[in-house]
């Protein structure tokens, strides 16, 4: 009877511990998923902000190639 509860003391024991260490486990994943989302929450922020530059590059583009159409406007009214 003895053998039994020191066996079923043991089983506990060895239950307790594999706990604890599943609960390690799920701490050291559930950290690694809060950086992967800091990351990605920065990568759409850079993302963002790299196609709203991209949209003013291109905005500016655009008036630059109407002031050029302008300018060669004017330069056909002069003539040498």
């Given at each position: 009877?003895?053998s039994?509860?020191?066996?079923?003391?043991?089983?506990?024991?060895?239950?307790l511990?594999?706990?604890?260490?599943?609960?390690l486990?799920?701490?050291?994943?559930?950290?690694?998923?809060?950086?992967?989302?800091?990351?990605?929450?920065?990568t759409?922020?850079?993302?963002?902000?790299?196609?709203?530059?991209?949209?003013?590059?291109?905005?500016?583009?655009?008036?630059?190639?109407?002031?050029?159409?302008?300018?060669?406007?004017?330069?056909?009214q002069?003539?040498?």
């Open positions: 009877m003895l039994n509860i020191e066996n079923i003391s043991s089983h506990l024991q060895n239950i511990t594999d706990s604890q260490s599943m609960n486990s799920i701490e050291e994943v559930a950290a690694i998923s809060e950086q992967s989302a800091a990351g990605i929450q920065e759409a922020a850079s993302t963002e902000q790299a196609s709203s530059s991209m949209e003013e590059v291109a905005k500016s583009s655009n008036e630059l190639a109407i002031l050029a159409e302008r300018l060669n406007e004017l330069m056909r002069f003539k040498l």
